[in-house]
């Protein structure tokens, strides 16, 4: 029989972390994070990553768990997550995947063997040649086609990761023949109005600054450099940038501001193109945990 997990998806800003907590109490569940920043260490306020008091006790997995040093691809997170939905469903626990970042949900939920995908010599040299003659965004505008969210951990200037990312899109990791659900899986996405969401990105920006942003990425960049994975994320790149002196802070601030929303509305793309989702449109936190509670206990009650 397949392990029961519960997938709690949204857009940036739609409240995930604080919902999931909640229904882990209700559900005795355990919560593993599906974000490809919150994976690093001492990268906190700009991945908005969460307190240990905001945790309320509830075991929290896939955050701080390499250093900004280290890659961690997707099917690293698959194999991450796998293993923790093992032993929390050992300990009669339900696992609650709460993401992010869309590739992780989507090789997690249909077992995409992305790690594993075997070099395309001629593929290969055709991307690259496209990447020469079209440049790194129209690569990089394939690779978000094909991966939703994808495209957003890689530098468009950074020829070979970018290449091998949409050589993998294109083979391993489409949906094959084999690619199914994996678990007994019920998924709820947060989708807030637009408009709403947007506001709330605005001022988690403006009070990720207050809570020091800039201070943070200046400790980054002495403690590991420039060249780490995660400073090429949104908030941090930008971060880099004004500390560079290549643009002022309110342009920074603004620039953080709108490429988040731009994600955002990516997320969303992504989640209305999945197949049995129950979406939330609410706002309300009280209504939104009603909501999925109603939904999911009849599903937490089947094959039992």
Same mark, same amino acid.
């Given at each position: 029989?397949?392990?029961?997990?519960?997938?709690?998806?949204?857009?940036?800003?739609?409240?995930?972390?604080?919902?999931?907590?909640?229904?882990?109490?209700?559900?005795?569940?355990?919560?593993?994070? /599906?974000?490809?920043?919150?994976?690093?260490?001492?990268? &906190?306020?700009?991945?908005?990553?969460?307190?240990?008091?905001?945790?309320?006790?509830?075991?929290?997995?896939?955050?701080?768990?390499?250093?900004?040093?280290?890659?961690?691809?997707?099917?690293?997170?698959?194999?991450?997550?796998? =293993?923790?939905?093992?032993?929390?469903?050992?300990?009669?626990?339900?696992?609650?995947?709460?993401?992010?970042?869309?590739?992780?949900? $989507?090789?997690?939920?249909?077992?995409?063997?992305?790690?594993?995908?075997?070099?395309?010599?001629?593929?290969?040299?055709?991307?690259?040649?496209?990447?020469?003659?079209?440049?790194?965004?129209?690569?990089?505008?394939?690779?978000?086609?094909?991966?939703?969210?994808?495209?957003?951990?890689?530098?468009? &200037? &950074?020829?070979?990761?970018?290449?091998?990312?949409?050589?993998?899109?294109?083979?391993?990791? =489409?949906?094959?023949?084999? /690619?199914?659900?994996?678990?007994?899986?019920?998924?709820?996405?947060?989708?807030?109005?637009?408009?709403?969401?947007?506001?709330?990105?605005?001022?988690?920006?403006?009070?990720?600054?207050?809570?020091?942003?800039?201070?943070?990425?200046?400790?980054?960049?002495?403690?590991?450099?420039?060249?780490?994975?995660?400073?090429?994320?949104?908030?941090? $790149?930008?971060?880099?940038?004004?500390?560079?002196?290549?643009?002022?802070? =309110?342009?920074? +601030?603004?620039?953080?501001?709108?490429?988040?929303?731009?994600?955002?509305?990516?997320?969303? +793309?992504?989640?209305?193109?999945?197949?049995?989702?129950?979406?939330?449109?609410?706002?309300?936190?009280?209504?939104?945990?009603?909501?999925?509670?109603?939904?999911?206990?009849?599903?937490?009650?089947?094959?039992?």
């Amino acid at each position: 029989m397949k392990e029961k997990v519960l997938f709690l998806l949204g857009m940036t800003g739609s409240g995930k972390s604080d919902v999931a907590v909640e229904l882990a109490k209700v559900f005795h569940g355990e919560i593993i994070s /599906a974000d490809s920043v919150q994976v690093y260490r001492d990268f &906190n306020i700009g991945s908005a990553k969460i307190t240990e008091a905001e945790t309320k006790g509830i075991p929290h997995f896939g955050i701080d768990i390499v250093s900004p040093n280290e890659e961690f691809n997707t099917h690293e997170f698959v194999e991450f997550a796998k =293993q923790k939905i093992q032993e929390i469903t050992s300990r009669k626990h339900l696992p609650i995947v709460v993401g992010g970042t869309a590739l992780f949900v $989507k090789a997690l939920l249909l077992g995409y063997n992305l790690g594993d995908t075997k070099p395309n010599p001629e593929l290969r040299r055709q991307l690259e040649q496209e990447y020469d003659e079209k440049g790194g965004d129209e690569l990089a505008k394939r690779l978000e086609t094909l991966c939703p969210g994808a495209a957003d951990k890689i530098d468009v &200037n &950074n020829k070979t990761r970018l290449v091998r990312a949409l050589e993998i899109a294109l083979s391993g990791g =489409q949906k094959t023949a084999k /690619a199914q659900k994996q678990y007994d899986s019920i998924i709820f996405a947060l989708t807030p109005d637009r408009q709403l969401a947007y506001e709330r990105i605005n001022k988690r920006v403006d009070k990720m600054l207050a809570n020091g942003l800039i201070e943070e990425v200046k400790n980054l960049l002495e403690k590991y450099g420039r060249d780490v994975p995660p400073l090429r994320a949104i908030g941090y $790149k930008e971060t880099c940038q004004y500390l560079d002196g290549e643009i002022d802070k =309110q342009t920074m +601030t603004e620039k953080i501001k709108q490429h988040t929303r731009n994600y955002a509305k990516r997320q969303l +793309t992504f989640l209305r193109g999945m197949e049995g989702v129950h979406y939330v449109t609410n706002s309300d936190k009280k209504e939104i945990l009603s909501q999925i509670i109603k939904e999911a206990k009849p599903w937490l009650s089947a094959n039992k």
